[in-house]
């Protein structure tokens, strides 16, 4: 059996981190016997910043990735890391190094450049107050002007995918189905890309039963006993499970399995699927669709 081994990841950003947080994830969630322990510090732009860093990093010595644009603070950080002896990587570098033999230009050294209040970013903030006015069926009338609807049973992660997708600048809506109830008529006239979220019955079930623990008083847990609930009884969630992906299929609306996908992952599928409603529904493409 191989032994676990412990590392302390410092993440050294001049701006919010998040790059520098996605890199770490995806790499060392390929070590099945790491322990990581992460220090996350962020908008590091002055040598008073940068000083604490270092004495952070002192304090509980490990490697460094960084992603720094200013040249005095990364030199004075490789210099830093050399002198506690941690080995420190610009992540940044090999792309920058990239571009710039390809466009014939220096980068501007900038940091942060990357957020500004551009067209981008406004689109972002409308997307998220869509999501936030058409969540969970409401508003249905406004279903019209979604980039994408999203369809599911209950607790089939509709919702926080609409809030992933938002963040990508894209206008998500969810609507619940809910077995003897139709689908809203707004819903069935919709010119948008539909897409159904499904989930395996017993993953769901688990789902559910974490809800209703948190959701329920003390004093009524007993009320939420799983042989009288039928919001988990296993026959009844594979019956509801089934229906609606016949009723998706019965509508020519996708199917995404989001059982064994992260919120990422599932919303990924969602783009995808959305682009190929959109190259073959071209004139219903409205303007400014991401």
């Not at 990581?36 to 002055?46: C, K, T």
């Not at 570098?93 to 970013?121: F, K, M, W």
């Not at 894209?170 to 689908?183: C, F, H, Q, R, S």
Request: glycine share 6%; aromatic share 4%; with cysteine.
């Amino acid at each position: 059996m191989t032994a676990e081994h412990r590392v302390s990841l410092h993440l050294v950003s001049d701006a919010t981190g998040e790059t520098l947080s996605s890199i770490a994830r995806a790499t060392v969630a390929q070590f099945e016997h790491a322990t990581v322990a992460y220090h996350r510090w962020n908008l590091i732009r002055s040598r008073i910043h940068l000083r604490r860093v270092l004495e952070g990093i002192a304090d509980d010595p490990g490697p460094v990735l960084a992603s720094m644009m200013d040249r005095k603070l990364r030199g004075e950080l490789d210099a830093g890391c050399a002198r506690l002896n941690v080995q420190i990587l610009n992540v940044l570098d090999p792309v920058l190094s990239l571009l710039q033999d390809n466009l014939g230009e220096t980068a501007v050294g900038r940091p942060g450049n990357q957020y500004v209040l551009d067209e981008e970013y406004y689109r972002r903030i409308e997307a998220m107050h869509y999501v936030l006015a058409h969540d969970d069926g409401q508003a249905t009338a406004g279903l019209a002007d979604a980039d994408v609807v999203l369809v599911g049973v209950s607790r089939a992660s509709k919702t926080p995918t609409a809030f992933y997708l938002a963040n990508r600048g894209v206008k998500a809506a969810n609507v619940p189905l809910i077995p003897g109830i139709p689908p809203p008529d707004d819903l069935l006239q919709v010119k948008r890309p539909v897409i159904g979220l499904t989930i395996e019955p017993a993953t769901l079930i688990e789902i559910r039963r974490n809800r209703l623990r948190l959701i329920a008083p003390r004093t009524e847990r007993a009320v939420l006993d799983e042989r009288d609930n039928t919001y988990v009884d296993p026959d009844v969630v594979r019956a509801e499970v089934l229906w609606a992906r016949r009723l998706c299929l019965s509508h020519g609306w996708p199917v995404v399995d989001v059982s064994r996908r992260s919120i990422e992952e599932t919303a990924a599928a969602v783009i995808e699927l959305s682009s190929h409603w959109a190259t073959r529904h071209p004139e219903l493409q409205p303007d400014g669709a991401p």
